[in-house]
């Protein structure tokens, strides 16, 4: 117990020793900290006015913003307009509704196109002070990339047109000609796909009507042929004639019966009913191998006759449907080709602004005196130190090893 009681003291010992040199040598920071203090404040103040004055020569920029919304209707696709309230919203998005249409936007106001027309427009080579480098033009491009900006709200789900410039009219100006560029550019985009679509709708009915008068060509050609024109309706009528024949067989069949039993095969009566029998027999016969009128169709030819009708009959009620379903859609993309391409609904538009954007100057101020104040007390304590080692790290370096 003694041992242990002896060995938690020395511990306690050398944490007391370490806390003691700790709070030595941040005294001693302390005081070489201040005994500096007229170094440190004296950097600081002319960090202070060099960079006052730089930022006083750092040009003020201006930031105006133009607020647009998307058709009510969905003005990219042709899909949208087609389709309308069968669409949900999930699948609106995706084929071009009120929220898909901002990808859209944002790839043509990002484009090379409409970046070049505002290079023109404006002569950004000369604002943006690029003719003397090696890529004037590719410099402007890139530049004019940096100073634009095209946040989508998506709470409220509007488009947001921003340009930075030295100039705020020329930002606003810039603002509003880019959502006017944007404007032609989806107008143009828009017809060509309506095109698109109604050339494929219009091709696909055309192919639904060659394939609906080569069926109806078929199906005359086999009416002529089997004298078949309604399988359902012909089939019960024959059947209902067949049905009443043989009754009428049977019943003179069981007449005969009882007259040749009655009055003998050679009675001239009874050999007159056994002719009108046969002819019965015989016509009853005729009709079951097609000569009918009503089925001119010999029965062990039926079912491949039946076949080939209902095989006809399927292919005509399925384009007869395709041409119900295609038609409207086919007037609808015509229209939609035909009308002018609805254009965004803008907000607000791009107004010069009053307030620069940029240069902070107050918060680069303070971040700059506050950066000088730490860079300068590093730089004295580092001094201090090498003061205070120097002897040793000197004699340890001209010591001679020993052997």
């Known amino acids: 117990m003694e041992q242990k009681s002896t060995l938690r003291q020395d511990v306690f010992a050398v944490d007391d020793r370490d806390d003691a040199r700790l709070?030595?040598?941040?005294?001693?920071?302390?005081?070489?900290?201040?005994?500096?203090?007229?170094?440190?404040?004296?950097?600081?103040?002319?960090?202070?006015?060099l960079s006052v004055i730089g930022l006083l020569m750092i040009p003020n920029e201006y930031q105006a913003s133009a607020k647009v919304l998307a058709p009510e209707g969905g003005g990219g696709n042709p899909l949208t307009a087609l389709l309308g309230r069968n669409v949900s919203s999930a699948a609106s998005a995706l084929i071009g509704g009120i929220q898909g249409d901002y990808p859209r936007y944002l790839t043509i106001l990002t484009s090379r196109t409409l970046r070049e027309q505002m290079v023109d427009r404006f002569d950004l080579?000369?604002?943006?002070?690029?003719?003397?480098?090696?890529?004037?033009?590719?410099?402007?491009?890139?530049?004019?990339?940096?100073?634009?900006?095209?946040?989508?709200?998506?709470?409220?789900?509007y488009l947001s047109i921003s340009v930075l410039d030295r100039s705020p009219e020329r930002a606003a100006d810039m603002a509003n000609y880019m959502v006017e560029l944007l404007n032609t550019r989806n107008a143009q985009l828009s017809s060509q796909s309506a095109s698109s679509f109604r050339t494929y709708v219009e091709?696909?009915?055309?192919?639904?009507?060659?394939?609906?008068?080569?069926?109806?060509?078929?199906?005359?050609?086999?009416?002529?042929?089997?004298?078949?024109?309604?399988?359902?309706?012909?089939?019960?009528?024959?059947?209902?004639?067949?049905?009443?024949?043989?009754?009428?067989?049977?019943?003179?069949?069981?007449?005969?019966?009882?007259?040749?039993?009655?009055?003998g095969e050679d009675n001239p009566r009874v050999r007159a009913y056994a002719q009108a029998i046969a002819s019965a027999?015989?016509?009853?016969?005729?009709?079951l191998s097609g000569s009918?009128?009503?089925?001119?169709?010999?029965?062990?030819?039926?079912?491949?006759?039946?076949?080939?009708?209902?095989?006809?009959?399927?292919?005509?009620?399925?384009?007869?449907?395709?041409?119900?379903?295609?038609?409207?859609?086919?007037?609808?993309?015509r229209m939609q080709e035909e009308q002018q391409s609805e254009a965004l609904q803008v907000v607000d538009p791009a107004v010069a602004p009053a307030k620069k954007a940029w240069p902070r100057r107050s918060v680069l101020l303070i971040v700059i005196v506050l950066s000088t104040i730490l860079v300068a007390s590093v730089l004295v304590l580092l001094a201090d130190a090498w003061t205070r080692h120097a002897p040793y790290l000197r004699e340890r370096l001209h010591a001679t090893p020993h052997a």
């Open 125 to 157: 080579v000369d604002v943006y002070e690029t003719s003397e480098n090696e890529h004037p033009r590719e410099d402007a491009l890139s530049e004019l990339g940096a100073r634009t900006s095209f946040p989508v709200d998506l709470d409220y789900e």
């Open 203 to 263: 091709q696909r009915y055309r192919q639904a009507m060659t394939r609906i008068d080569s069926l109806l060509d078929a199906s005359q050609a086999f009416q002529q042929q089997y004298g078949i024109y309604d399988v359902d309706a012909q089939t019960q009528a024959f059947f209902t004639q067949m049905g009443s024949v043989s009754g009428d067989l049977a019943r003179r069949e069981v007449e005969f019966a009882a007259m040749e039993q009655q009055f």
């Open 23 to 49: 709070e030595s040598f941040l005294w001693h920071q302390a005081r070489v900290l201040w005994s500096r203090w007229r170094l440190i404040v004296s950097v600081t103040v002319v960090a202070t006015i």
């Open 281 to 287: 027999q015989r016509r009853f016969d005729a009709e």
């Open 292 to 333: 009918s009128q009503l089925l001119p169709v010999p029965q062990e030819q039926m079912p491949t006759v039946v076949r080939q009708y209902l095989a006809l009959e399927r292919d005509l009620t399925i384009e007869r449907a395709t041409i119900e379903a295609i038609a409207p859609m086919l007037e609808t993309a």
